[in-house]
């Protein structure tokens, strides 16, 4: 559905969403951190499952200079383990250390261009973005990962160098659409 996909370099749409902790979260909220990673999630996708504990660690790394945030845009409707009570019960079954946000209008996946769960976009302290894609090259076996491609992009944004790899095809479920 989405063809708008975010170039390299573009500054990060705005946004305004409630997280499941019943906050509503906006830039403004992260401006403390160099680095802001928005990765597109869900409950039910199992490449998002798959990577859920990755997500985790990757947040205590870099928890002085990245802030991950997860936003669910999934139509709630004809996914009801989408739900925003859904992500809930999973953020916490899980312990996410993040935000995890719903998109229920789905305007902001839109804006973004996402397509899929999970799809990562990491942005600089400008808010511009250096790196697009997935997680890594193995989502089933994390020991066998050749290519960390979202930890290697926030190493060398943090050491101010151009991101080796800025873009990569993200895998998993694609973003249900209402």
Not at 60 to 69: H, K, L, P, S, T
Request: glycine share 4%; with cysteine; net charge negative.
């Amino acid at each position: 559905m989405q063809e708008n996909k975010l170039k390299i370099d573009s500054v990060i749409p705005g946004f305004s969403l409630p997280g499941i902790d019943d906050k509503i979260y906006s830039l403004n909220d992260f401006s403390d951190k160099k680095i802001l990673i928005v990765i597109f999630s869900c409950n039910h996708c199992p490449y998002v499952q798959a990577y859920e504990e990755r997500i985790m660690k990757l947040q205590n790394e870099f928890v002085n200079d990245a802030q991950i945030i997860a936003i669910n845009s999934n139509d709630d409707v004809k996914y009801p383990d989408d739900s925003f009570e859904e992500m809930k019960k999973r953020a916490a079954a899980k312990g996410f250390n993040f935000p995890y946000l719903r998109d229920e209008s789905q305007d902001i996946a839109k804006a973004f261009g996402a397509t899929h769960t999970p799809q990562i976009f990491l942005f600089d302290s400008n808010r511009k973005l250096k790196y697009e894609g997935k997680i890594d090259d193995n989502w089933q076996e994390p020991d066998k990962v050749k290519s960390a491609y979202l930890r290697d992009a926030i190493i060398e944004v943090l050491n101010d160098k151009e991101v080796s790899v800025p873009e990569t095809f993200s895998i998993g479920c694609t973003i249900k659409w209402k």
